[in-house]
């Protein structure tokens, strides 16, 4: 075994599966006992501000929100699940969610290595890996796929959710969020990195021309639009500027952030008026 040191983590190559293994290096000790990243793609780095890493929490009013939206639509099929991966697994809040509520271990992929490092699920295998790779072990491996708010960040979304499709098992399905409504588009989404928001039509088409069909979707958190509808005024206008990942995520204190989570659930579900997020239900089409 063949251990390389780098400022942040150690990398490692195990000479029985010939992956590539990563464990951060403030908690190196005996490779056994550590959780490790296996390295199938190339990572990105640079990507995502660190800060992020230490607001998303499951915690985080939006995080709670964005789990309970997803189990109203899905929970009955959550619980027959049996084998699961997150694609944009990021810092792992939703792998820990699924972990705690339905004892399900998703693995995680993401190409973010510092997200990577910062993943805090419990069980679930954690892989640098792009699904445009098509990995032979993963084909038709998953009967539930997870993609929350990766698809406004990729140029082409057809041929993304074509190379997810790939992972889904016979009857499997995939669950996606996004965010909504175009015309709340603002500077905090082009830091964010967004190309786009998504209405529930657009879900709807996209899906279909990617070979899915639409089982259950829903706006949600219809009241936090006028509150995106302000801060994309500030932004405008140039009385704010937003200039790091994070600075439009931070709730400002746990009083603020129970004010959101409290405010955020003011609605009924499933609802097509509005919303500051599309998520939806797919299927592969026959």
Same mark, same amino acid.
């Given at each position: 075994?063949?251990?390389?040191?780098?400022? +942040? =983590?150690?990398?490692?190559?195990?000479?029985? +599966?010939?992956?590539?293994?990563?464990?951060?290096?403030?908690?190196?000790?005996?490779?056994?006992? $550590? $959780? =490790?990243?296996?390295?199938?793609? &190339?990572?990105? $780095?640079?990507? #995502?501000?660190?800060? %992020?890493?230490?607001?998303? $929490?499951?915690?985080?009013?939006?995080?709670?929100?964005?789990?309970?939206?997803?189990?109203?639509?899905?929970?009955?099929?959550?619980?027959?699940? &049996?084998?699961?991966?997150?694609? /944009?697994?990021?810092?792992?809040?939703?792998?820990?969610?699924?972990?705690?509520? %339905?004892?399900?271990?998703?693995?995680?992929?993401?190409? =973010?290595?510092?997200?990577?490092? =910062?993943? #805090?699920?419990?069980? /679930?295998?954690?892989?640098?890996?792009?699904? *445009?790779?098509?990995?032979?072990?993963?084909?038709?491996?998953?009967?539930? @796929? @997870?993609?929350?708010?990766?698809?406004?960040?990729?140029?082409?979304?057809?041929?993304?959710?074509?190379?997810?499709?790939?992972?889904?098992?016979?009857?499997?399905? #995939?669950?996606?969020?996004?965010?909504?409504?175009?015309?709340?588009?603002?500077? %905090?989404?082009?830091?964010? /990195? *967004?190309?786009?928001?998504?209405?529930?039509?657009?879900? @709807?088409?996209?899906?279909?021309?990617?070979?899915?069909?639409? &089982?259950?979707?829903?706006?949600?958190? /219809?009241?936090?639009?006028?509150?995106?509808? @302000?801060?994309?005024?500030?932004?405008?206008?140039? &009385?704010?500027?937003?200039?790091?990942?994070?600075?439009?995520?931070?709730?400002?204190?746990?009083?603020?952030?129970? +004010?959101?989570?409290?405010?955020?659930?003011?609605?009924?579900?499933?609802?097509?008026?509005?919303?500051?997020?599309? #998520?939806?239900?797919?299927?592969?089409?026959?």
């Amino acid at each position: 075994m063949i251990v390389i040191s780098v400022p +942040c =983590h150690l990398t490692v190559e195990c000479q029985q +599966c010939n992956n590539l293994h990563v464990t951060d290096k403030r908690e190196a000790g005996p490779i056994e006992e $550590t $959780t =490790h990243v296996i390295f199938k793609s &190339k990572p990105l $780095t640079g990507i #995502m501000a660190e800060q %992020y890493f230490d607001l998303a $929490t499951p915690r985080h009013f939006w995080c709670r929100r964005r789990f309970e939206v997803l189990q109203r639509l899905a929970d009955g099929r959550l619980r027959s699940v &049996k084998k699961a991966a997150e694609i /944009g697994c990021g810092n792992g809040v939703l792998q820990r969610q699924m972990e705690d509520a %339905y004892d399900i271990a998703p693995a995680g992929f993401d190409l =973010h290595e510092a997200a990577l490092r =910062h993943n #805090m699920c419990r069980r /679930g295998e954690i892989y640098c890996y792009d699904i *445009h790779d098509r990995a032979d072990e993963f084909r038709k491996a998953f009967d539930l @796929l @997870l993609m929350f708010d990766v698809l406004e960040h990729i140029e082409d979304q057809d041929r993304f959710l074509q190379s997810a499709r790939f992972h889904l098992a016979d009857g499997g399905f #995939m669950v996606i969020n996004v965010p909504a409504l175009q015309w709340l588009y603002s500077p %905090y989404d082009r830091v964010q /990195g *967004h190309q786009r928001r998504y209405s529930l039509t657009n879900m @709807l088409e996209v899906a279909k021309r990617s070979g899915f069909k639409v &089982k259950k979707a829903t706006y949600w958190g /219809g009241p936090l639009v006028p509150i995106l509808a @302000l801060r994309k005024a500030a932004l405008s206008i140039g &009385k704010s500027r937003v200039d790091s990942y994070s600075a439009g995520f931070d709730s400002r204190g746990e009083l603020m952030n129970s +004010c959101l989570y409290g405010l955020s659930r003011c609605e009924v579900l499933p609802q097509r008026i509005a919303g500051t997020s599309v #998520m939806a239900v797919l299927e592969v089409a026959d």
